[in-house]
């Protein structure tokens, strides 16, 4: 971070293995008969192969295989909840010393892009042409995947620089931009395009003028952009109570130097309440905390039925943040400034196990879910969504709405998701978006109409 003079909270958290370190580490796997790792991995990493390889010190081979199943490894490594996935299910998690496979993924990536190993052999661009909306998760997996398949694929991005969420929405202590970037380099290098600052369903850039400019499938990895709101809470509209999405937005901003300190909404000092148990919350209370802020976590379920990883939470208690629990906002009582306008957050009247009290707040920040826009679907015709603006898809081909040659998935699809989870739910669009393209094109040829 360039801010470490005002504050060294923000410094990286991921403890990079040396080559020493690394290759010592991937010597401790059993290469179990039936790895039960690569069961625990959403996208089923080939684990014990790259181990092997980086266990010889064979590192460009470990890249390789890495290469065969995950397009953002060094993101991976990082952020994935490993505990619950490949490193829970190591055989060596019985005895407590799991092989720590994100740090190898993370290292092998690294050193990677460090040493500019790759050279990837990629077919030519014949196959077809792809439009991608968005470039978060599911958007650069489905451009990675689709340009190894010989298909020239195009990114549309609302935003000044790609990565979405990657680059937004988690904190620069768990995933440094500069990562982020380089992963991105390496989609590019893939002969990925980006459009960027070109919002679809804006400014006359829709489905329809996409396809008008001769793309063959068009896909949706547009993640859910919109924070849920806490409705039927009377003062939720009061100045001091925010979305947890906007302070993770506006530090990145500031770590990156594109704002001042003055635009982040939070003060060193403040009483800070976090509402909410999931990832979001536990990166906004972490990064109140790293900006000086008493912060606690308040949530309406027990800690068991928090779905925030557990090591988030470990990490929060160990950095002070405090939690109460099966806790419900119930009001948020201003300051009595007569214009309605300019009145601010007070205090917030709780309801938990020991019925209802207030406690003094000077912010509040929203944790609670998000919800995708309806900017693409309310500029096109023909594609459905559920009750909630959630995009229908069909199994086959697998992501395809129900307009054809428009795909979806990720979090647009599924619900907000770990970036893994949209990961393998990008990839199997990736291949539905491949076979549709094959065969429309096959239809064409022979000299049918599309059905």
């Known amino acids: 971070m360039s801010n470490n003079e005002e504050t060294n909270n923000f410094q990286v958290v991921h403890h990079a293995y040396s080559p020493l370190e690394a290759i010592t580490e991937a010597k ?23 181990i092997h390889e980086l266990s010889k010190g064979n590192i460009g081979s470990a890249m390789a295989v890495i290469n065969e199943t995950s397009n953002l490894p060094a993101i991976c490594g990082r952020v994935c909840p490993h505990e619950k996935q490949c490193q829970g299910h190591c055989i060596l998690a019985k005895k407590g010393k799991p092989i720590k496979i994100g740090r190898l993924e993370a290292f092998i990536a690294d050193f990677d892009t460090d040493m500019n190993l790759t050279r990837e052999m990629i077919p030519q661009k014949t196959r077809g042409r792809v439009a991608v909306i968005g470039s978060g998760p599911a958007g650069l997996t489905v451009a990675g995947d689709l340009a190894r398949k010989g298909f020239a694929v195009t990114i549309f991005e609302g935003q000044e620089e790609p990565g979405g969420v990657l680059m937004y929405g988690i904190p620069e202590y768990r995933l440094p931009k500069d990562v982020v970037r380089k992963e991105i380099a390496k989609i590019q290098a893939l002969g990925v395009d980006f459009k960027l600052n070109c919002l679809v369903g ?57 704002i001042g300190r003055e635009m982040v909404p939070l003060r060193e000092g403040e009483k800070v309440g976090v509402i909410g148990g999931g990832n979001v919350a536990m990166d906004a209370a972490r990064t109140a905390i790293r900006l000086g802020a008493d912060v606690t976590v308040i949530y309406r379920k027990t800690q068991e039925e928090m779905p925030a990883i557990e090591s988030e939470y470990n990490d929060a208690v160990k950095e002070g943040v405090k939690f109460v629990w099966q806790t419900n906002a119930v009001e948020f009582i ?82 907000p998701q770990t970036v893994v989870l949209a990961m393998k739910a990008a990839q199997m669009v990736a291949e539905g978006i491949a076979q549709y393209v094959d065969a429309i094109k096959l239809l064409r040829d022979i000299g049918m109409k599309e059905i």
């Open 202 to 258: 804006r400014n006359g850039v829709t489905v329809d003028s996409i396809f008008a400019d001769g793309y063959d499938a068009i896909f949706m990895g547009t993640g859910t952009a919109l924070p849920q709101e806490l409705k039927g809470v009377p003062g939720a509209t009061l100045r001091g109570v925010s979305q947890s999405t906007d302070l993770l937005h506006n530090v990145n901003a500031f770590n990156e130097g594109a």
């Open 334 to 415: 201003g300051d009595g400034n007569k214009n309605k306008k300019e009145e601010r957050l007070k205090a917030v009247r709780l309801a938990g196990p020991d019925g209802e009290h207030v406690e003094p707040y000077d912010r509040i920040f929203l944790a609670i879910g998000s919800r995708p826009a309806s900017r693409i679907v309310s500029t096109t015709n023909g594609i459905d969504v559920d009750e909630k603006g959630y995009v229908i898809v069909k199994d086959r081909p697998c992501g395809m709405t129900t307009r054809p040659g428009v795909f979806a998935g990720g979090d647009v699809v599924h619900r």
């Open 28 to 50: 401790r796997c059993l290469h179990c008969r039936v790895p039960q790792c690569v069961k625990g991995c959403p996208i089923g990493n080939h684990i014990p192969d790259f």
